[in-house]
């Protein structure tokens, strides 16, 4: 009997969700939407499961490289000239510049030793997660080419964040640097790993001033190299995306190259800018260029350049100095400005 009851549940269910001959139109629709709305739960589910998978596997892969981040101190503060008897204003500890010929730091023998690839590490040191831990902390490899790190870790096994790549371009040894070396990062969204982080400097110029200095010590560098921003926008990376027009930042390398001229790679930077500063930038300076997918459009990536502090740099003036730009004064790419007009646009960094 109650097998009998059980087999009728299951029959009615059936009838009631499953289309059938002899359904009327209207009933079809109903349970077509059903069946679809199931699907797309399960698809959901699955999806979610192996996010939370991935997102895991990620933050402890983050962890345990970890292990190997320097442990540097910062450059001892420029010499005084004290000979004059007039008292001279008093400038805050800033990094001299480094010496020309440098050698491979202990802590870069152990990434080396991990992975031949290894040209330094990246970190913005203010900005933490309620743990303290930072958001951006983590080593730069250079590969043969711009793709072999966007889905490895320094294992070389799959991660979906990959791993932060130095352009492949740049010359990053013992006794030679590029003038800016720019390294690649992937926007990873919710997960929040890799370059995700970097979008909050969208938000506002507060955040600017609470976070201007991003480090960056090549694997040949024993104390801390310390950069501050200089410009932070948006960029087309296709000439369709702007009316025939492209900013090829990532291809400025040395100011020395043929082909290359300061001047009109430091006006792009800060004429497309969302804030401006009174730092003072020469081809003598050394830059860094941080790029990373942009999700407000197709087509465009996020970008912040920083300088290399010198002795002559005041970091407290330079961050003083932070303005937001009015939108009317910022070059947006024409893909942007016919989205959104010329105007600043922050979704949150996991857009």
């Given at each position: 009997?109650?097998?009998?009851?059980?087999?009728?549940?299951?029959?009615?269910?059936?009838?009631?969700?499953?289309?059938?001959?002899?359904?009327?139109?209207?009933?079809?629709?109903?349970?077509?939407?059903?069946?679809?709305?199931?699907?797309?739960?399960?698809?959901?589910?699955?999806?979610?499961g192996?996010?939370?998978?991935d997102?895991g596997?990620?933050?402890n892969?983050?962890?345990?490289?970890?292990?190997?981040?320097?442990?540097?101190?910062?450059?001892?503060?420029?010499?005084?000239?004290?000979?004059?008897?007039?008292?001279q204003?008093?400038?805050?500890?800033?990094?001299?510049?480094?010496p020309?010929?440098r050698?491979?730091?202990?802590?870069?023998?152990?990434?080396?030793?991990?992975?031949?690839?290894?040209?330094g590490?990246?970190s913005?040191?203010?900005?933490?997660?309620?743990?303290?831990?930072?958001?951006?902390?983590?080593?730069?490899?250079?590969?043969?080419?711009?793709?072999?790190?966007?889905?490895?870790?320094?294992?070389?096994?799959y991660?979906?964040?990959?791993?932060?790549?130095?352009?492949?371009?740049?010359?990053?040894?013992?006794?030679?640097?590029?003038?800016?070396?720019?390294?690649?990062?992937?926007?990873?969204?919710?997960?929040?790993?890799?370059?995700?982080?970097?979008?909050e400097?969208?938000?506002?110029?507060?955040?600017?001033?609470?976070n201007?200095?991003?480090?960056?010590?090549?694997?040949?560098?024993?104390?801390?190299?310390?950069?501050?921003?200089?410009?932070?926008?948006?960029?087309?990376?296709?000439?369709?995306?702007?009316?025939?027009?492209?900013?090829?930042?990532?291809?400025?390398?040395?100011?020395?190259?043929?082909?290359?001229?300061?001047?009109?790679?430091?006006?792009?930077?800060?004429?497309?800018?969302?804030?401006?500063?009174?730092?003072?930038?020469?081809?003598?300076?050394?830059?860094?260029?941080?790029?990373t997918?942009?999700?407000?459009?197709?087509?465009?990536?996020?970008?912040?350049?920083?300088?290399?502090?010198?002795?002559?740099?005041?970091?407290?003036?330079?961050?003083?100095?932070?303005?937001?730009?009015?939108?009317?004064?910022?070059?947006?790419?024409?893909?942007?400005?016919?989205?959104?007009?010329?105007?600043?646009?922050?979704?949150?960094?996991?857009?």
């Amino acid at each position: 009997m109650a097998e009998t009851e059980t087999k009728n549940v299951f029959k009615r269910a059936r009838d009631y969700f499953i289309p059938k001959k002899g359904d009327s139109r209207d009933d079809v629709i109903r349970k077509v939407v059903f069946l679809f709305s199931v699907v797309v739960f399960i698809v959901s589910v699955v999806q979610l499961g192996l996010f939370l998978k991935d997102k895991g596997k990620e933050e402890n892969y983050q962890q345990e490289i970890m292990s190997y981040a320097p442990q540097l101190n910062d450059m001892p503060a420029a010499a005084k000239d004290d000979s004059s008897s007039q008292a001279q204003p008093q400038q805050p500890a800033a990094p001299q510049p480094q010496p020309a010929v440098r050698e491979l730091q202990d802590w870069g023998k152990k990434l080396v030793e991990k992975n031949k690839d290894v040209v330094g590490w990246l970190s913005i040191p203010s900005h933490k997660d309620s743990k303290g831990n930072l958001y951006i902390n983590a080593p730069v490899v250079k590969g043969k080419d711009n793709s072999e790190y966007l889905y490895i870790n320094l294992d070389r096994k799959y991660s979906i964040s990959g791993t932060l790549f130095a352009d492949y371009g740049c010359t990053i040894e013992k006794d030679k640097q590029s003038g800016n070396i720019t390294i690649y990062g992937h926007h990873m969204g919710y997960m929040g790993t890799a370059f995700t982080h970097l979008h909050e400097y969208k938000q506002g110029v507060d955040f600017l001033k609470n976070n201007p200095v991003i480090q960056f010590n090549s694997i040949y560098d024993g104390t801390n190299q310390k950069y501050a921003v200089v410009g932070c926008f948006i960029s087309n990376i296709t000439p369709a995306s702007d009316n025939g027009t492209i900013f090829n930042y990532w291809t400025v390398r040395d100011f020395t190259d043929k082909g290359t001229n300061f001047k009109d790679w430091i006006e792009n930077v800060k004429k497309r800018s969302w804030y401006s500063s009174d730092i003072n930038c020469t081809d003598k300076d050394e830059y860094i260029t941080l790029s990373t997918c942009s999700n407000e459009c197709f087509g465009v990536r996020w970008v912040i350049v920083g300088k290399k502090l010198t002795a002559n740099d005041d970091l407290n003036a330079i961050t003083s100095s932070y303005k937001a730009k009015p939108e009317k004064d910022i070059y947006f790419p024409a893909v942007w400005t016919n989205k959104f007009g010329n105007k600043k646009v922050y979704k949150g960094w996991d857009f």
